[in-house]
């Protein structure tokens, strides 16, 4: 072969080789309320794990304040996905006909606690008292009422005060402004710490409530089918990840770096959520466990006028609605 025919081989050669470039990643915006916590852990073991590479989803995490204000911004199209809002906000968007769908549920039984101050020993003792929670009409509203029905103590026999997260809810609890709160772990061991009593688990008397979903609105999931279906996916491995005790270190050290929380305390909130059971193992959404939630909110004059059923919060094509 030539030299000339060399290099006409050559040309022919290079012609033909072509070079694709890899698929980039989807960037989706996940909606978390206040700062990284506990509530979003199985999001940060995805990122960590390489669960959301391997999904090629490139998320970009945006703390909200508030459960309401995380809500308003899925519907007004600021957000792609709510990674973790109570399920009461979807409710809410759904009865206002903003059609979001619940991709999965994130806490089934919650792991929130009630506490006082040292001198409260136990729910009687909050008549005529000031308790500080999170809404009006949130899940903690919910919860609250159905702590004081056991109790036999009716609205009007003590004061609330809203204050929308759980850091600054312990906050007013230290200070002395209220007499009682529900705080979430970690902020739950460190009021305890502190000398603040737990009066009650909230599991023991909202155990068939659903607490918090992962959500997004109708038309983002018919947009993106198989987005919402790999993060549905992805959700599950961070689960059964979480639960596999031999990963409790790293999953410990995955929180702490985000949130930059005491390691004790992160320690202590993984086997208290551990324990609980509060991820769901399961990734059908309870229509029993919605129904029961929809009734608790019309308990406290939530959803007056409004029929809504547990199948208008979930996409059949996406989410199994189990009995």
């Known amino acids: 072969m030539n030299a000339r025919t060399l290099a006409l081989w050559a040309a022919v050669c290079a012609a033909n080789f072509v070079t694709f470039p890899a698929q980039a990643a989807e960037k989706i915006s996940i909606g978390i309320i206040g700062s990284p916590g506990a509530s979003s852990w199985l999001y940060y073991i995805a990122q960590a794990k390489g669960f959301f590479a391997d999904a090629g989803i490139d998320p ?7 459960a309401p204000g995380l809500m308003q911004q899925l519907v007004a199209g600021s957000l792609d996905v709510v990674g973790v809002d109570g399920t009461v906000e979807a409710i809410h968007a759904d009865a206002a006909g903003a059609k979001v769908a619940i991709l999965r549920n994130i806490s089934g039984k919650t792991a929130y606690e009630l506490l006082a101050k040292p001198s409260i020993k136990s729910v009687e003792d ?7 929670i999170g809404g009006s009409k949130d899940i903690n509203r919910v919860y609250l009422e159905r702590v004081m029905r056991a109790k036999g103590i009716k609205d009007g026999q003590y004061d609330l005060i809203i204050v929308p997260n759980t850091a600054e809810r312990l906050a007013a609890l230290k200070s002395g402004a209220v ?19 737990n009066i009650a688990w909230i599991k023991d008397y909202a155990g068939d409530l659903p607490f ?32 596999d005790e031999k990963n409790r270190d790293e999953a410990i050290a995955i929180l702490v770096k985000v ?11 993984y086997d208290v959520i551990n324990k609980v059971g509060m991820f769901p193992k399961s990734n059908a959404v309870s229509r029993a466990g919605l129904q029961h939630l929809i009734d608790a ?18 996409d059949a094509k996406l989410t199994a609605l189990a009995p």
């Open 60 to 66: 970009d995490f945006v703390y909200v304040p508030s």
């Open 126 to 132: 909050l008549k005529g008292k000031k308790i500080c």
């Open 179 to 197: 007499d009682a709160t529900m705080l979430l772990p970690p902020e739950s061991f460190v009021a305890k710490q502190d000398g603040f009593r």
């Open 212 to 243: 918090a979903s992962a959500d997004a609105t109708s038309a983002w999931i018919d947009e993106h089918p198989e987005t919402a279906k790999k993060l549905v996916h992805l959700l599950d491995q961070s689960i059964a990840w979480f639960y």
């Open 259 to 269: 949130s930059h929380a005491d390691r004790a305390l992160v320690a202590q909130t």
């Open 297 to 314: 909110m019309k308990s406290i004059g939530d959803l007056q006028g409004v029929a809504i059923s547990p199948s208008e919060l979930v």
